[in-house]
């Protein structure tokens, strides 16, 4: 059974950084993608970053809304993934979930419980 818990969240005020954390669980994670979404109140849950497999190796990908201000990275040994998070403004405040999603005939998704993040004016 996958499990995926989130860390890091908080209080931070505008321009300031906050690293969150995802610790994976129940199966092997080194072939699948990575990444982390968010939802604001009263909007829908949104794409902000991802690891992407392939065999070619793995690919970062971003929602322009965070380009060159988050980084994402991934610890296969340790079946984590992480979302380094800098220049943070108020539209940044949400809950921050973790995903991993298998591909395959019926993909599938698997998502942490949420990691509240607050960005203050």
């Known amino acids: 059974q996958v499990q995926l818990v989130e860390s890091g969240g908080g209080l931070v005020q505008a321009g300031g950084s906050l690293r969150l954390s995802c610790a994976a669980s129940?199966?092997?994670?080194?072939?699948?993608?990575m990444g982390w979404y968010r939802q604001a109140p009263g909007k829908e849950r949104e794409f902000v970053a991802m690891?992407?497999?392939?065999?070619?190796?793995?690919?970062?990908d971003y929602a322009d809304s965070v380009k060159d201000r988050f980084t994402i990275t991934r610890d296969n040994a340790r079946d984590a993934v992480y979302l380094e998070m800098n220049s943070m403004k108020p539209e940044d405040t949400a809950i921050y979930y973790c995903?991993?999603?298998?591909?395959?005939?019926?993909?599938?998704?698997?998502w942490g419980q949420g990691t509240q993040v607050t960005v203050s004016s």
């Open positions: 129940g199966r092997t994670f080194t072939n699948v993608d």
């Open positions: 995903d991993v999603n298998e591909a395959g005939p019926v993909p599938v998704d698997y």
């Open positions: 690891t992407r497999w392939s065999w070619r190796g793995y690919n970062s």
